[in-house]
Each structure stands twice: as C-alpha cells, then as structure tokens.
C-alpha cells in the first residue's frame, strides 16, 4: 500500500479567457495548489492534470513541498487558508487552490 501525502505546490500558472478562475481577464494566477500524492512526481502530475481542467497551464513551479504542520503555525492567512483546507484534501482526496492571485490583482496591489 502506498502511502499519500499531502503536497504543496507553489506556482505561476497563465490563464485561459475561459477558466473558471479567470474572473478579471488576467493572463496568469500566483498561488499555491493542495493535494495528495504518493510522489513529488506524481504531486506535479496531477497539478498538471488539474490545471489543464481549469483551462490553466504551469509557467513555473518555484516549490513543491511535502505539508509539515510545524511549518505552518505562523498565523497568517496564507498559513490560514493552508490549514483550513488540509481536512477536505485528507478526507476527499480533492484538489484546492489556495493563496492565489490573478495578474491584473498583483498589479494593482504593486501600485499603491
């Protein structure tokens, strides 16, 4: 029996005009995808996978990380949104994106 993982995977990601998660017409997204896998192989696979299902592409991984709770208790809300889904990706096996940012958002926030 192999056993799973929870993964972090940090990345930039274009955005198709018909994702999902395009709300603001931005060609990109930087944020952070949860999800198990046995492998840091097949943790980048299924990203692949997902990404592709949100009309997403990966433009660069900078991490990808095996999930330590010691790594997390800084309470910020990136830590926040990290733990608050690890229950759902445990339980279901499901696949959340989380502390992402749309390109037009980066810019916007960069100006003030």
């Known amino acids: 029996m192999e056993i799973k993982s929870v993964w972090l995977i940090y990345h930039k990601a274009s955005l198709d005009k018909n994702s999902p998660i395009n709300f603001d017409g931005s060609e990109f997204m930087v944020g952070t995808v949860v999800l198990l896998a046995t492998s840091i192989k097949e943790a980048l696979e299924k990203f692949d996978t997902y990404l592709a299902g949100e009309y997403m592409s990966v433009i660069e991984v900078s991490k990808c990380e095996k999930y330590d709770p010691g790594n997390f208790v800084n309470n910020t809300q990136e830590n926040a ?32």
């Open 81 to 112: 949104e990290i733990r608050r889904v690890i229950p759902d990706v445990l339980e279901h096996d499901s696949i959340f994106y989380v502390n992402g940012i749309s390109s037009k958002a980066l810019r916007f926030r960069n100006d003030e």
